[in-house]
């Protein structure tokens, strides 16, 4: 299977040279030639299986140039060695009225472990598919977890070095501590005075200065992301949506070949878009619910067609979510329309005006998929309460932004298909925010103590993960503006 750029720029390569490159030279991400497709019998056939022979099978369907063996290794790599907390890797908790599909049990407690545990070890059997004798440094922009799940899981690999940007002040003190508490040889991380859309932007413009990557390549040294613009971040958790089907249907709460929903939290479109990729393939799916929080521009594209960036930007208790450049719906334009001139004149419009307009007809086209809603932060905090005093559950605040969100979509529409919701983070991550909706007193709590506060009401242990940042030293003290960027990676690349 070759992959080539949304933007259309002629160049096809293998996956193994996609996931190095991460990103197009023209700016565009990598998309498959071709979707693969799977019958009831491969759906029914990983029932039985364990996650990592799951993700194995789908993950080949992708990565035709690696060998069975190549893949098994680095699934296995991945998710073994006592990494994950649940054997089941992402274990769907069924309730009678729907299901959530837990993405949290891994070593940073967020669903970009579930990805980002996996691209460390794709890239690195790339390199050596490759024959690559340059360094790879990985660059990322973070609002909160792909940063740490990134850190940990590219931390001392050969041939590797990654760097992080993180908005100051826009992310949780629990995600800060993650990442400032990283240890590895290879690893550094800098926090950017502005919001995510900010670092995001910056990185970017680093990906496209072709001087810089020349500049860089004279001293031995390649660009690559770490973020869903990497095809190699983004086809793993493709594999999640056909491992919580598979699981209902073996619990019996759907029959097989029975159409479900998802409901995703999401501001990257990442998440989503790898459900989207899961129906394409021909996993029973009929409608794929984007649920936002106050930052809502892919409410309102997904409603109206055009996505318009120029709006306030707010900090919300729902902080990996805050933001306004959704990068992977470049990916979906280019599937739904199949037109690189189309994607790359949008593109274009939204680095000049902040916004552009995709028109009625490919607007219903999109539609017939998805569907969208926000709920600002009083509502996602009074869910959490309703479904602790409910089920006895705790949910963190992006997941229940997806349940608020899932249940306005149920009441609007009478839907009655069995709905999951995609669990993207522990509680413990953002336990100051959980605490308040559950009524307790939080006043003059630092991090741990809330930790604490919070496992005396959760039946899911404090992950240790979390809980070991009490001693870990602070190592890492860089911040610069978003126009020093360059010179802090070319500073750590020259380490």
Same mark, same amino acid.
């Given at each position: 299977?070759?992959?080539?750029?949304?933007?259309?720029?002629?160049?096809?390569?293998? #996956?193994?040279?996609?996931?190095?490159?991460?990103?197009?030279?023209?700016?565009?991400?990598?998309?498959?030639? #071709?979707?693969?497709?799977?019958?009831?019998?491969?759906?029914?056939?990983?029932?039985?299986?364990?996650?990592?022979?799951?993700?194995?099978?789908?993950?080949?369907?992708?990565?035709?140039?690696?060998?069975?063996?190549? %893949?098994?290794?680095?699934?296995?790599?991945?998710? /073994?060695?006592?990494?994950?907390?649940?054997?089941?890797?992402?274990?769907?908790?069924?309730?009678?009225?729907?299901?959530?599909?837990?993405?949290?049990?891994?070593?940073? #407690?967020?669903?970009?472990?579930?990805?980002?545990?996996?691209?460390?070890?794709?890239?690195?059997?790339?390199?050596?598919?490759?024959?690559?004798?340059?360094?790879?440094?990985?660059?990322?922009?973070?609002?909160?977890?792909?940063?740490?799940?990134?850190?940990?899981? !590219?931390?001392?690999?050969?041939?590797?070095?990654?760097?992080? &940007?993180?908005?100051?002040?826009?992310?949780?003190?629990?995600?800060?501590?993650?990442?400032?508490?990283?240890?590895?040889?290879?690893?550094?991380?800098?926090? %950017?005075?502005?919001?995510?859309?900010?670092?995001?932007?910056?990185?970017?413009?680093?990906?496209?200065?072709?001087?810089?990557?020349?500049?860089?390549? =004279? *001293? /031995?040294?390649?660009?690559?992301?770490?973020?869903?613009?990497?095809?190699?971040?983004?086809?793993?958790?493709?594999?999640?949506?056909? #491992?919580?089907?598979?699981?209902?249907?073996?619990?019996?709460?759907?029959?097989?070949?029975?159409?479900?929903?998802?409901?995703?939290?999401?501001?990257? &479109?990442?998440?989503?878009?790898?459900? !989207?990729?899961?129906?394409?393939?021909?996993?029973?799916?009929?409608?794929?619910?984007?649920?936002?929080?106050?930052?809502?521009?892919?409410?309102? &594209?997904?409603?109206? /067609?055009?996505?318009?960036?120029?709006?306030? !930007?707010?900090?919300?208790?729902?902080?990996?979510?805050?933001?306004?450049?959704?990068?992977?719906?470049?990916?979906?334009?280019?599937?739904?329309?199949?037109?690189?001139?189309?994607?790359?004149?949008?593109?274009?419009?939204?680095?000049?005006?902040?916004?552009?307009?995709?028109?009625?007809?490919?607007?219903?086209?999109?539609?017939?998929?998805?569907?969208?809603?926000?709920? /600002?932060?009083?509502?996602? *905090?009074?869910?959490?309460?309703?479904?602790?005093?409910? *089920?006895?559950? %705790?949910?963190?605040?992006h997941t229940a932004v997806a349940w608020k969100v899932a249940e306005n979509y149920q009441q609007a529409t009478k839907d009655g298909h069995y709905m999951v919701i995609a669990s993207t983070a522990s509680p413990y991550k953002f336990n100051g925010s959980v605490l308040e909706a559950l009524g307790a007193e939080t006043a003059g709590?630092?991090?741990? =103590?809330?930790?604490?506060?919070?496992?005396?009401?959760?039946?899911?242990?404090?992950?240790?993960?979390? $809980?070991?940042?009490?001693?870990?030293?602070?190592?890492?003290?860089?911040?610069?503006?978003?126009?020093?960027?360059?010179? $802090?990676?070319?500073?750590?690349?020259?380490?």
């Amino acid at each position: 299977m070759k992959y080539s750029s949304t933007r259309g720029n002629g160049v096809k390569l293998d #996956s193994a040279q996609a996931i190095i490159q991460g990103l197009a030279t023209d700016g565009g991400l990598f998309v498959p030639d #071709s979707l693969p497709k799977v019958d009831a019998s491969f759906i029914a056939a990983l029932q039985e299986l364990t996650y990592e022979e799951r993700d194995a099978k789908v993950l080949g369907l992708f990565l035709t140039d690696y060998t069975e063996e190549e %893949v098994k290794g680095c699934v296995t790599r991945a998710y /073994g060695n006592g990494k994950f907390d649940d054997a089941m890797r992402a274990p769907v908790k069924i309730f009678d009225d729907m299901g959530v599909l837990e993405l949290w049990h891994g070593p940073t #407690s967020a669903f970009k472990d579930m990805a980002l545990q996996l691209l460390p070890q794709l890239m690195s059997t790339a390199l050596k598919k490759t024959g690559e004798k340059d360094e790879v440094l990985i660059l990322v922009a973070t609002s909160g977890d792909t940063g740490k799940a990134a850190l940990e899981g !590219f931390r001392d690999v050969d041939q590797i070095k990654i760097m992080v &940007f993180y908005p100051e002040g826009g992310v949780s003190r629990i995600q800060q501590l993650q990442m400032l508490t990283q240890e590895g040889s290879n690893v550094n991380v800098t926090a %950017v005075r502005g919001n995510f859309d900010d670092a995001q932007s910056g990185v970017k413009a680093i990906f496209g200065d072709k001087s810089f990557a020349e500049e860089l390549g =004279a *001293k /031995g040294v390649k660009l690559s992301s770490a973020n869903s613009i990497n095809w190699g971040r983004l086809v793993p958790q493709i594999v999640y949506y056909f #491992s919580a089907y598979a699981d209902l249907v073996k619990a019996g709460k759907i029959q097989a070949g029975e159409e479900i929903n998802f409901t995703v939290p999401t501001g990257n &479109f990442g998440d989503i878009l790898a459900g !989207f990729y899961a129906k394409c393939m021909g996993l029973p799916v009929h409608k794929l619910i984007c649920a936002s929080n106050a930052n809502n521009v892919l409410t309102d &594209f997904l409603r109206t /067609g055009v996505y318009d960036r120029n709006r306030d !930007f707010y900090k919300t208790i729902t902080p990996s979510m805050d933001i306004l450049i959704s990068s992977n719906l470049e990916r979906l334009l280019f599937h739904m329309t199949e037109d690189t001139a189309k994607v790359a004149g949008w593109m274009k419009d939204l680095v000049a005006t902040g916004r552009y307009e995709v028109g009625q007809e490919l607007l219903q086209k999109i539609q017939q998929t998805f569907w969208a809603d926000w709920t /600002g932060d009083d509502d996602t *905090k009074e869910l959490i309460g309703r479904v602790f005093a409910d *089920k006895h559950y %705790v949910p963190d605040t992006h997941t229940a932004v997806a349940w608020k969100v899932a249940e306005n979509y149920q009441q609007a529409t009478k839907d009655g298909h069995y709905m999951v919701i995609a669990s993207t983070a522990s509680p413990y991550k953002f336990n100051g925010s959980v605490l308040e909706a559950l009524g307790a007193e939080t006043a003059g709590l630092d991090e741990f =103590a809330m930790l604490d506060k919070l496992q005396e009401l959760n039946d899911d242990p404090t992950p240790q993960g979390l $809980a070991s940042l009490r001693t870990k030293p602070l190592l890492h003290k860089d911040v610069c503006a978003v126009t020093a960027m360059k010179q $802090a990676v070319l500073d750590f690349a020259a380490k």
